[in-house]
């Protein structure tokens, strides 16, 4: 290992690593790509992704095992997730191939900053889209910027699995129900910061997000998505158009069935029927599987497995998942993409 970082401590924080991927669309087609040492990007004062939005953004780990190699996580999954986006906010797709090439050249080149085995750091990926150029009116962008950067962050966790409490907003909403709730996008967390702030305040970790239609059925957990265990072994969550999908929930549902013998189920988690579960977290990248203590409704906090300690399904869930990520466990087929160094 060349540089030496504080690896135990990293923090969720910006790091300003030596490389990073920029490709440009233009003139209807996508460059090469490369890496560069520049970490700003210059844009035209007029592009779309500053004022209207016209922006998406995705999130990936790669992970040092035991024998000091590396991988990543799924990418193309979020290499598909980023092209669904682009979709919604007619933005230039990002094929998939050059999405994994692209994080694997920024892994690669900035190897020495992935945290070493056992210290639970991981390098973060933040995969970029941007429309960009000189338009004015309300109109997609004809140009676009793909960048992606990447900074060693720390566990999330320092003591261990430890639940953490959350509110429902009843106030305020982080999608409308035919918005672009189910799309990576900075406009969905524009749209939370004041929410998360007042959450936060009052000495909650989050809000708890309830389906903008109805507000009676649990969408997200701030930034991750929402899981419950039954007292009969069934692993729920959420289904609903604007929730984001979150890789690692599909990923928790099938080890929940495959590993773990739970029954996956995705549907209606109605928010005044949580005494259905006996265990619940919050699920994502970032968050990777984050028990959930209670959840504040309506002046009442209901507690799941318990304020303090994690649930033992939960725990499994965790150490299945994260067993797999650091290569500790075998993978599931095509989960797991190995990074040259
Ligand atoms: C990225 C994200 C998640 C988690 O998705 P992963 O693919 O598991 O990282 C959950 N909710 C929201 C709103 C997100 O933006």
Known sequence: MVVDLDWENLGFAYHKLPFRYVSYFKDGKWDDGELTENASITLSESSPALHYGQQAFEGLKAYRTKDGSIQLFRPDKNAERLQKTAERLL????PTD???E???AVVKANADYVPPYGTGGTLYLRPLLIGVGDVIGVHPA???IFTVFAMPVGSYFKGGLTPTNFIVSEDFDRAAPHGTGAAKVGGNYAASLLPGKKAKEAGFSDVIYLDPATHSKIEEVGAANFFGITANNEFVTPLS???LPSITK???LEL???RLGLTPVEGDVPIDDLDRFVEAGACGTAAVISPIGGIEYRGKLHVFYSE???GPMTKKLYDELVGIQFGDIEAPEGWIVKVDQ
């Open 91 to 94: 933005m230039e797709k990002v």
């Open 256 to 258: 929940a069935e495959k």
């Open 250 to 252: 599909y990923s928790l």
């Open 142 to 144: 004809s140009e676009y």
């Open 98 to 100: 050059k999405f994994v």
């Open 102 to 104: 692209a994080c694997k």
């Open 308 to 310: 303090t300690e994690v």
């Open 241 to 243: 158009p604007s929730i």
